[in-house]
């Protein structure tokens, strides 16, 4: 394994397309300060991929924010393997097991 396999990062799994990897400085601003992270949202059926925010609120929970600043309708909590399939076709997964 190379050295960049072992920093500690977010991942997002898109559905058996394709994993990307948030840097390690984003993952590590997530897990220690509350504040936002640009992360990718990957909507299957149009296969289009929107920018979202992953932000972290003062009680420990996460929520995904479009840029327009509309939160969507779910809460996702930081921990290991959370994740989120929404009604409207969009999927992601983040996992962390360090968070």
């Known amino acids: 394994?190379?050295?960049?396999?072992?920093?500690p990062c977010l991942f997002m799994m898109l559905r058996a397309t394709?994993?990307?990897?948030l840097p390690a400085?984003?993952?590590?601003?997530?897990?220690?300060?509350?504040?936002?992270v640009a992360v990718d949202v990957y909507d299957v059926e149009?296969?289009?991929?929107?920018?979202?925010?992953?932000?972290?609120?003062?009680?420990?929970?996460c929520n995904l924010e479009d840029w327009d600043q509309v939160t969507l309708t779910?809460?996702?909590?930081?921990?290991k393997g959370i994740g989120m399939s929404l009604?409207?076709?969009?999927?992601f997964r983040i996992f962390s097991d360090w968070l």
């Open 1 to 7: 394994m190379s050295a960049v396999e072992h920093l």
């Open 18 to 21: 394709s994993c990307q990897r």
């Open 74 to 79: 779910r809460n996702i909590q930081a921990g």
């Open 25 to 36: 400085e984003k993952s590590e601003k997530l897990s220690k300060h509350y504040g936002r």
């Open 46 to 61: 149009k296969e289009i991929r929107y920018n979202m925010e992953l932000v972290r609120k003062m009680n420990g929970r």
């Open 87 to 91: 009604v409207n076709g969009m999927f």
